[in-house]
């Protein structure tokens, strides 16, 4: 059973119950609670083994060396390879052979013109879309890509005592993302004073990329048997299912930021997820595209498995410099 917080449906139900996505009827709440029982188990899996891992006494030169030649790894599909054979893989695309072991990314479905980073070159600006100034403000800045952010730029998913609130600024983003997508933006739009406008067409907007919460990230506006969702489940659901249609309209797609992915296994759990998303939208596999924010030091041991099980979706990899230098310490204390 799907438990629902009255005071989110009852300020955001607009971004809750059934919708016509590229042509199917889907229920935002009834696909959130079907995608938690089919992952919740194996993100739970997840998120302990990175506890067990840190508390793994052994010396850090053993616990975090690179993976054996021999060791084997799992796609969405399937396969499986040993590290070996994917980064030989690797190594025959970059020169060119054509074996049994080559692979690349995006060959199933290509990158998008609007996110591609050599057809799109440029600075990205990223931030919170609540309140609508922000979305306005980066809609209008002088860069490629704009990445709408759902975890941690800002206090997401935090009520500050004594602010008067019930939900947390989360929920507001996201409609606002919605109502900018659809058009819904006051000309001038006034906040705090202040008077704010969108000052290009629709066409010249930097391309949309949504930031989803790290997979340790857990939602308790929304419970599923009593136990709080994860996060990343209903940011993927709710801004999928709400602005496909709008964002393909505007001759781009859903795109999104994955933060903090550390192992092979957690990436797998990512991948099961926009697949399940693409199936019940009827979309074509790799159509949900991705850019990896290398955020966890442990990441890079298996950055080639990571692509490999991501390569029908990843776009590129970006650093964040703050995570991962926390990282490290972490690694080393």
């Not at 690349?104 to 309140?131: A, C, F, Y």
């Not at 490629?144 to 997401?156: C, I, L």
């Not at 192992?263 to 199936?279: C, G, H, I, N, S």
């Not at 990282?327 to 204390?333: A, F, P, V």
């Amino acid at each position: 059973m799907i438990e629902i917080s009255p005071s989110v449906l009852r300020e955001y139900g607009d971004l809750f119950g059934e919708k016509t996505v590229n042509g199917r009827r889907i229920s935002v709440e009834g696909l959130i609670e079907e995608l938690t029982r089919e992952l919740r188990a194996e993100i739970d899996r997840v998120i302990r083994a990175r506890r067990e891992w840190l508390n793994d006494k052994r010396p850090l030169k053993l616990k975090a060396a690179f993976p054996s030649w021999e060791e084997k790894f799992t796609d969405a599909d399937g396969n499986v390879r040993t590290f070996r054979e994917i980064v030989q893989g690797l190594i025959d695309n970059l020169l060119g052979r054509d074996t049994p072991l080559r692979w690349g990314l995006n060959w199933n479905t290509p990158v998008p013109d609007d996110l591609h980073p050599l057809k799109n070159p440029g600075l990205e600006i990223t931030g919170p879309w609540s309140p609508m100034s922000r979305a306005i403000h980066q809609i209008n800045a002088d860069v490629a890509s704009m990445m709408e952010d759902e975890e941690d730029a800002s206090p997401a998913w935090y009520i500050p005592r004594g602010s008067g609130r019930t939900t947390a600024a989360v929920w507001e983003a996201r409609r606002i993302v919605n109502r900018v997508l659809r058009g819904d933006v006051p000309q001038p739009y006034y906040e705090g004073g202040k008077e704010y406008r969108i000052k290009k067409p629709r066409e010249k907007w930097p391309t949309l990329i949504h930031r989803v919460p790290g997979l340790h990230i857990l939602d308790f506006d929304i419970r599923v048997d009593g136990n709080p969702v994860p996060a990343i489940i209903t940011s993927v659901v709710i801004y999928t299912v709400n602005n496909y249609d709008l964002l393909k309209r505007a001759g781009s797609g859903v795109y999104f930021y994955v933060p903090k992915v550390q192992t092979p296994d957690e990436a797998l759990v990512v991948e099961k997820l926009l697949r399940r998303v693409e199936d019940k939208l009827g979309l074509r596999r790799g159509e949900l595209k991705i850019a990896m924010l290398y955020e966890e030091a442990r990441a890079g041991l298996y950055l080639p498995v990571i692509f490999w099980i991501w390569r029908e979706r990843l776009v590129k990899s970006n650093n964040g410099r703050w995570d991962y230098l926390g990282s490290l310490i972490e690694m080393w204390k």
